[in-house]
């Protein structure tokens, strides 16, 4: 049987190769279209509507990775003609030490398959959950970790709009790495002084920040601050901080000051910190003063191992 046929598409969903025709045969076997690459598909270890996310061993570059399958007939369209050649164009062009690193885009007649490196230790969330709460010094250097990230991409032009604790993966060193740009937009660099409005809902509502929630056109990169201060939040007090269970309370919530729990402890360097992101438009922190706050340039202890310290 004749190998692959590899040519350049206009799909709306790559302007990269597209592999046609028939897998190969070898040693009496057929590969498939990721085996014909080098990538032997693992585990799963995320799943959803459209869209299924496995590890993969690359046997090229003898490491693993991770393979998300999107299908093309369980995909929306918009998402196919819009949101994913957008994902794909966007990660193509980012490379930074504290967001998951595009390899590779393949796609054949039924789906799309994105390769990128793999985070051994899961998500954020993983970890809050295991651990109750995050401690301060933890959390303040996973915090600064989420601040270089999002901060290179601003400078770029790029909005992620979709920052949570589950889009936050941990690698092999439980350092953070951002992910999941599904619902990220390019060329969206501030011009003198203009920021480009976002009109498109997007993320999760207990991350959204108030103009997302009221539904009027808004600056993206200061609703990813905003969601950047419920991720902290929810790294000190191992909850988010607004209960998005009932949409109209949730607005309400959002548009006053942030509650606190009185347990676990936490210092008031942080809590000033987090109430100056979880701010209004205009009195919200932005991201240069963020890096110059008390509790961010404070002095981080070296954790290690993802472990929370114990009394």
Known sequence: MSSPQTQKTNSPVLTT????????????????VLESHGYVLG???????????????????NMNVAVKIVSKFSAPADYLKKFLPREIEVVKGLKHPNLIRFLQAIETTHRVYIIMEYAENGSLL???????YIDENRARKWFRQLVDA???????????RDIKCE?????????????????????MKIKNGQVP????????????????LKGIPYQPQYSDIWSMGVVLFAMVYGRLP????NYRDLVKQVTNKVVFPKEPKVSLMCKSLINKILAPLKARIRIPSIKTDPWYIYNVSDIGHGSRERN
């Open 17 to 32: 190769q597209v592999v046609t025709g028939q897998p190969i045969v070898k040693e009496g076997k057929k590969q498939t």
């Open 43 to 61: 585990k799963t270890v995320g799943s959803g509507s459209y869209a299924t996310v496995r590890m993969a061993h690359s046997e090229r570059h």
């Open 126 to 132: 993983e970890v809050i959950r295991r651990d109750s």
């Open 150 to 160: 999002v901060d290179y991409c601003h400078e770029r032009g790029v909005v992620h």
């Open 167 to 187: 889009n936050l993966l941990m690698n092999s060193e439980y350092e953070i790495k951002l992910s999941d740009f599904g619902f990220a937009r390019g060329h």
């Open 197 to 212: 409005l976002s009109e498109t809902f997007c993320g999760s509502y207990a991350y959204a920040s108030p103009e997302i």
């Open 242 to 245: 607004f209960d998005d269970t």
